[in-house]
Structures are given as C-alpha cells and as structure tokens.
C-alpha cells in the first residue's frame, strides 16, 4: 500500500475516531447504568466503577511497559545478540503472584455484590409478578388483585420483590437506571428485588434476543410515592368506566372521540349523556394532559420515554370518521377481542392471551411500548397491528388490509372501538 493510499484512508478513519470520542462525552444518557437510583443499582454501579478504573490502571501500566520495552530494547545498529537463559525464578514468580493480587482485588468485591444483589427480600417488600410474552409485559400484583401491562407503578422507598417467569421463550427483565437484568426462563421462576429511591419515569426493556419484535419489547416503570402508589392500585382495583376526554389538544389532524360521561361497563348499561354532543375535540398528544389524577401525569413524562416510533408507510385511516365511545362499548362486548383481553367489569371480556385492558386508556403506550397512547395510534393498531408491530399474534381488524385473515371492520367500527378503548381511563 502506498503512502498517498494510506493518508486517504487514515485521515477519514481519524475524523471518524474524533467524532465517535466526542459522541460519547454527552451528559444526557438516559438509559445508562451509571448513576443508579436503587440500592441494587448503586451496588452494580460500584462494583462495575471499580472494576473500569482497576482495568484502566492495568491497562495503562501493561501498555507503558511494553512501550519502554520496544524502544529501550529495539532492534539497533552495533547491539550484540541477547543471552540466552534458562529462566528467572524472581521474574515468574513476581509475574504469577501479581496476576493473582489482581484477580483477587476483583473476586471480592464482585462475590460480595452477587450474595447482596442475590439476597431474598425483606418480607414487606411490594411483591410483583412479572410475566414475559412475545413481545410485551404482563405486571401483576398478587397482595391487591391487580393486573395491568407494559407500564410498571413502584413506590419510592418501598422494596419491590419480581417474581420473573415467560409464556413462550427466553426473555430478559431490565431497567437499567434502577437495577441489573435478570433473566426470565421457561418453567423456572427467577427473583429480583430493589429499592427505587426517586421519583420519575424510566424505560425498560428485554434484554435478550426473544424473536422478531425483540427490540419492540418494551415498558415504562413510574416510581411514585406512596400516597400516589397507593392511589394507583386503588384506581386499578374498579372496574372500567368511561370517561370523556380532556378539553385541551394539539393539533393532531384527527378529531376525537364524542364524549361519554361514565360508560358503566361493570353493569354493561352506558349513559351516553354527551354521546349527542356535536363539537369533537383533536385528539391530545402524549404530554398536553393528563389521563388521570391517579396515573403519571403526562405532562411530566421526560422525553425520552415518549416512543417516537414511525407509522408504517400505507398504513391509512379515514380522518373524516369521529368515534363513538358508546357504539364501540356495544360493539366490543360481542367482538373478537374478548376471546383475547379482559376488561374487569365486562363479563364477556375475560380473554388470557393478550394484555389486561381494564384502564388501558389511562397508559402512555400501546403495542408493547412502542408507540404513544392516542387515538391516531389506537386505530391505526386495531385495523393492522401485524403492520405495526412484526410477528405479534393479534391479527388485522380493518377491511381490505393485506393480512393471513381477512379483516371484519370498517374505519367508522375501527373508530368507535378505539373512542371506547381510549375512554377506559
């Protein structure tokens, strides 16, 4: 190779190197391990400090040796050969013991992290059952009879204790700013537990390769306080009502659902009081308001833990349809929706295969946590969620989609059961 031909592709691989180095002196990272808010997590971010800078001290005195070495010993004009010797008892010695030092410097403390992070949980701890699916997230709270999914509520100060199990393949339980993973395996229930110390939203994710959508697996973890948790699970606890959505908006294109003031489906009698009401809301973003004064309020959800997944390119809705809440009550009670989901409160809805929509409304994302919770969003994934999301088992709703069953509704019916859905706060 040349020395022009070795300058034209050294100074791209330097401004290259250059521009990597300075990607990585960000302040924001979001999803990093460091700077944990959990008494797991700090063990873990101490453990893996220590280990970086002990490795970097190696490292740097490994590689200064050896460059004195070359230079002091290179090759030059007039040296005379080197000795040849048997060996140097000193020298091997010195060089088995040091070794030894090292890994014993890093056996210790990373012995004493697993026994900590392996430990059974206190008794008190808020225990929480944690079910793997392709591809979402099953959350349940045996002590309060609650089932929700893909969004996690923990109380600050509390110990939460996971029972991690899966319905199909291996998957991987992490949220990396609050603990290390931990796998879920088949016919095998694995444990973990920590302590959130703050509140805030945090993203989680699975950890291992689970099929198709693996990197679509996603969820949210709320840690809140107390009273807020407490809230939560009270909330959580009664059965799904309507509720009318809010009066603020942004500017979506898309109207929204007409308002249905307490759409009792725990008797399945509806009260369509505003159902006549003939002036449509725009659908609301993720962050213009909140859903309910007993779920994460909306307008404080960082940005990054807003999905900001594209729409599949084709993949249309008439936008002259509004939906109607109460039609889409009526119609999901006889739709094949409930051979899949339960909706408490809904006789007909006890379905096991797919997420709990008990309050499904009042969740920041559908489709495993990749996309945000708005009508537009709703719609679009009940007339051809196979398009949204890859591999996943529910099939296509919308009438003359391309899909392995032929689709049942038009996007009037699409509409009125995502008003319905999205009302379920």
């Known amino acids: 190779?040349?020395?022009?031909?070795?300058?034209?592709?050294?100074?791209?691989?330097?401004?290259?190197?250059?521009?990597?180095?300075?990607?990585?002196?960000?302040?924001?990272?979001?999803?990093?391990?460091?700077?944990?808010?959990?008494?797991?997590?700090?063990?873990?971010?101490?453990?893996?400090?220590?280990?970086?800078?002990?490795?970097?001290?190696?490292?740097?005195?490994?590689?200064?040796?050896?460059?004195?070495?070359?230079?002091?010993?290179?090759?030059?004009?007039?040296?005379?050969?080197?000795?040849?010797?048997?060996?140097?008892?000193?020298?091997?010695?010195?060089?088995?013991?040091?070794?030894?030092?090292?890994?014993?410097l890093i056996a210790v403390p990373t012995i004493k992290t697993i026994f900590e992070t392996q430990a059974k949980a206190v008794p008190s701890a808020l225990q929480v059952e944690v079910i793997g699916h392709q591809w979402w997230w099953e959350f349940r709270y045996p002590q309060y009879g609650v089932i929700t999914a893909n969004e996690l509520y923990l109380p600050v100060g509390r110990t939460a204790n996971f029972?991690?199990?899966?319905?199909?393949?291996?998957?991987?339980?992490?949220?990396?700013?609050?603990?290390?993973?931990?796998?879920?395996?088949?016919?095998?229930?694995?444990?973990?537990?920590?302590?959130?110390?703050?509140?805030?939203?945090?993203?989680?994710?699975?950890?291992?390769?689970?099929?198709?959508?693996?990197?679509?697996?996603?969820?949210?973890?709320f840690t809140v306080t107390p009273a807020e948790f407490d809230a939560y699970i009270a909330h959580q606890k009664t059965a799904a009502a309507?509720?009318?959505?809010?009066?603020?908006?942004?500017?979506?294109?898309?109207?929204?659902?007409t308002p249905v003031t307490q759409l009792a489906t725990s008797t399945g009698a509806t009260t369509p009081a505003a159902a006549s009401a003939k002036t449509p809301v725009e659908t609301p973003v993720m962050n213009v308001s909140d859903t309910s004064s007993a779920?994460?309020?909306?307008?404080?959800?960082?940005?990054?833990?807003?999905?900001?997944?594209?729409?599949?390119?084709?993949?249309?809705?008439?936008?002259?349809?509004?939906?109607?809440a109460a039609r889409g009550a009526a119609m999901f009670k006889g739709a094949p929706c409930i051979a899949c989901h339960t909706i408490r409160g809904v006789p007909t809805a006890a379905g096991i295969i797919g997420p709990n929509l008990t309050h499904v409304g009042s969740r920041t994302t559908i489709a495993g946590g990749i996309y945000p919770n708005d009508l537009k969003h709703l719609e679009l994934w009940i007339k051809n969620a196979p398009e949204m999301k890859a591999g996943i088992l529910m099939p296509l709703f919308g009438k003359n989609e391309k899909g392995a069953t032929p689709g049942l509704y038009t996007d009037q019916q699409i509409a009125d059961?995502?008003?319905y859905l999205w009302s379920l706060k």
């Open 242 to 257: 309507g509720s009318a959505p809010p009066p603020a908006a942004a500017d979506t294109g898309k109207k929204a659902a």
């Open 1 to 104: 190779m040349t020395r022009d031909l070795r300058m034209r592709w050294l100074m791209p691989a330097l401004a290259l190197l250059v521009a990597l180095s300075l990607a990585g002196c960000t302040p924001f990272a979001p999803n990093t391990i460091f700077g944990a808010h959990s008494e797991f997590g700090h063990s873990v971010d101490i453990l893996t400090r220590r280990l970086l800078y002990a490795g970097l001290t190696v490292f740097v005195l490994i590689e200064g040796l050896l460059l004195y070495i070359l230079v002091k010993f290179r090759d030059r004009e007039g040296n005379r050969e080197a000795k040849q010797i048997h060996g140097n008892t000193t020298l091997e010695v010195t060089w088995t013991i040091v070794p030894a030092v090292i890994l014993a």
């Open 295 to 324: 779920t994460y309020p909306r307008s404080k959800l960082p940005e990054w833990v807003i999905p900001k997944t594209p729409t599949p390119v084709g993949l249309t809705f008439d936008q002259n349809v509004t939906g109607d």
């Open 417 to 419: 059961l995502a008003a």
């Open 163 to 221: 029972a991690l199990t899966t319905k199909d393949v291996l998957h991987s339980f992490w949220v990396p700013q609050l603990n290390g993973k931990r796998d879920l395996i088949s016919n095998h229930t694995n444990y973990i537990w920590f302590t959130p110390d703050s509140t805030f939203a945090w993203n989680g994710f699975c950890a291992e390769y689970c099929g198709t959508s693996h990197a679509n697996m996603r969820f949210k973890v």
